[in-house]
């Protein structure tokens, strides 16, 4: 109902009075066959793990937080027990395109099913509104904005849903890889929505985030299922490569079939057209990131699915829903920025049960392309407060705002969102200013620590010395695994890697595996920096040849690596403790030229040389990116008649969500899609600015607004 007022929001709810007054209450159905249930509407003949229990949960009124991977059957934990309840489950999604696809699916099925987002009619809207009101509805999908919309949530509560169901959860945590700051509403909404209890659902949460989320959404008394985290059948191999040589690597990886279907993860879209063209003359690889078209992407997708293509690149910002269940292959081309990225990505292989590996190119450089990022998009403190210390009770238009402060507009908005979301700053939707409280440094510097803290665990990860499945599984918090090593993985197995290079140790390896052995004999155990001084004094060699030989040593048993911290100035330091273990204390030194050490390494100067390279690479890029905003490759020249029709519409909007207009999009993509003036959805993803969430919320509607001008 886009520009529905509040009036006409509860006019129809006292339209639809009688209605409900004539209809029963739907009282919730006996529970205890819930294996029939399964298989007569929904057409399975079995629960997959935890399925039984979770619905269970839901159907006795419990609130539950669901933590399961993507593929894992979180969809049928809300589904089921909300036909079980008799009555409308009402779904709460932040995505249209899997809200398009459920409510596609569930019709198949013979269900009732419907959505109201941003893509949909205020009439076609309004229609909806009258059939769940009416009752007619086993399943209402919504867009998290909606609950700001004037009335809506009290139309909602008018016919009160048997089951609340949130979807992609995590969003609503600060602490979360993809935090919203409109997931927030839902705490203050979900109140007017009772007795209905909640099933909170997310395939990637820490534990840090699974409690945000319950106390976000003030769950009462919520039972958590953490569940299905451990993969049995993939193999994780950590590969340390320049970037110049990945490539090559990879391909010669994949040039044995039993390895394809494979997607590879590019670090950009320019790498992943790169690497795409080089790949196609070998093995018909095709380009799948946010830029391309959607006719494009479904014509890849589809493509692969069928098999006509068996290796897709991607970036690894986007999340490309597929779901193919013999990929053989995942390869990331570059250390992603978290392990909940990570995760996800690796999860798209293997589905079909079959074994399937997970190759991770990294090196030394690709965390600090992550932290200029991080410092572009968090910036320091002392910006924040300077705009902070200009705001008064008064408002400020932002140009003058931004004008006074001296910052380049694009910094500017960044800073002031960031201000704006921690509460220093109360934006309006035209975009005046007024000042917020003064506690926004605590959450502020919280958040900036924990996004920093998410880089230094996915580097942390790459350089572990333990079972690279079991790593993650603690890392989610599965609370129902049994703990056990994978014996897949390039820690656990390092006499089955595929991709991994070894070599035998030199003399001056051999000679620091037998000191730093003879050194942990005595003393038992001991930091990594000081066992790395005492055994290696006097040699040519550096730490990361010297993290090399520790993880050979702990993947063959004989040394025993653990993560571990102190506290120093309100930081975490993290650091490594290494202790000998029973079979290394018996170890004869007679053995040590049969180990293999993990990474290519053949001696000290050529690995120092190397290390070299990777920091000369880096800030290369760094400073290249530092250098100064791209250039758009035309000028940008705005049309003002265009400009004033998308900024009126982007007020309006803005006012209707309750949010700053940059939050719709910023003035600099206002102008560009003013200068360019796109015609057709493949032109408009073509703007500098318009990403895949703006064209799929808005592109209607600004292609509308364009042409409407163009022809007035």
Known sequence: ??????????????????????????????????????????????????????????????????????????????QLPGVARGGTTLVVSPLIALMEDQVIKLREMGFAAERIHSGRTRELSRQVCIQYLQGRLDYLFIAPERLSVPGFPEMLAKRKPVLVAVDEAHCISQWGHDFRPDYRLLGERLPLLKPANVIAMTATATPRVQDDIVEQLALFEPQYHIHGFRRTNIAIEMVELLPGERLDA???????????????????????????????????????????????????????IAEDI??????????????????RTVIHMAMPGSLENYYQEIGRAGRDGKPSRAILYHSYGDRHVHLFFHEKNYPDEKILKNIYLRLTEGKTPKKKLCAETGMQEEAFDIALEKLWIHGGAIVDPDESIRKGHNKWRQTYKKQKLHRLAQIDEMARFAESSVCRMLYLVNHFGDREDNGEPCGLCDFCAPDKTIATLNHSPGQHEQSIIAELLDILVKKGSMGS?????????????????????LNSLASIGLVQVSDDSFEKDDKIIHYKRVQVTGQGRCFEHSGINAIKIKGFIPGAGSSRTAVKKQRIESAAVIVKRRAGPQKSDHPVNPDARVRASLAEWRLKEAQRRKIPAFRIFSDKTLDQLASDRPTDPESLLEVKGVGPFLSNQYGDKILEIISATDKE
């Open 1 to 78: 109902m886009r520009g529905g007022s509040r009036r006409g929001i509860l006019e129809l709810g006292m339209k639809a009075k009688f209605i409900m007054e004539t209809i029963p209450k739907h009282l919730a159905s006996n529970s205890g066959n819930l294996e029939a249930l399964l298989k007569d509407a929904f057409g399975f003949d079995s629960f997959r793990p935890f399925q039984h229990r979770i619905c269970q949960s839901v159907v006795d009124g419990k609130n539950v937080l669901l933590v399961m991977p993507t593929g894992a059957g979180k969809s049928l934990c809300y």
């Open 250 to 304: 990879a391909v010669s990886f994949l040039r044995d079939r039993r390895r394809r279907p494979a997607i590879i993860y590019a670090p950009t879209r320019k790498k992943a057209e790169s690497f795409a063209q080089i790949m196609g003359d070998e093995f018909g690889a095709q380009v799948y990131h946010a830029g391309l078209t959607p006719k494009k992407r479904d014509e890849v997708q589809a493509a692969f």
């Open 310 to 327: 068996e290796v897709i690149v991607a970036t690894i910002a986007f999340g490309m829903g597929i779901d193919k269940p013999n990929i």
């Open 529 to 549: 920096g000081r066992l790395f001084t005492d055994s290696c004094q006097g040699r040519s060699v550096t730490r990361r040849e010297f993290g090399y030989i």
